[in-house]
């Protein structure tokens, strides 16, 4: 059974940085693919960072390019998303996503509040 347990998020103020960790059980694969979506108020859910540790190779939304980072934890099948110099407009519900391929669908996680306020 496959499960994503999310940790970090909080409310701060703009400028300020945070940090996301995300861990992944229940998967066969040795590597998988994962990343980060957020969903604020009336909006739909966008990806903002995904990471493929097998190629090392990274994506991130053009509004976060610059300030946040995504890396792999210190376990296999964990994530960490560094979000630096916060803005009001990053306030939303951010959730971690892993998948086995990219040609299947995400399993989710819990979802944390990341608040930033002016």
């Known amino acids: 059974q496959v499960q994503l347990v999310e940790s970090g998020g909080g409310s701060v103020q703009a400028g300020d940085s945070l940090r996301l960790s995300c861990a992944a059980s229940?998967?066969?694969?040795?590597?998988?693919?994962m990343g980060w979506f957020r969903q604020a108020p009336g909006k739909e859910r966008e990806k903002v960072a995904e990471f493929y540790s097998r190629s090392g190779s990274t994506y991130y939304a053009d509004s976060v390019k610059g300030r946040f980072t995504i890396s792999q934890g210190n376990a296999e099948n964990t994530v960490i998303l560094q979000m630096n110099n916060l803005k009001p407009e990053d306030t939303a519900m951010y959730y971690c996503?892993?998948?086995?391929?990219?040609?299947?669908?995400?399993?989710w996680g819990q979802g944390g509040q990341v608040t930033v306020s002016s």
């Open positions: 229940g998967y066969t694969y040795s590597r998988i693919y």
């Open positions: 996503a892993a998948r086995p391929t990219k040609d299947t669908q995400w399993h």
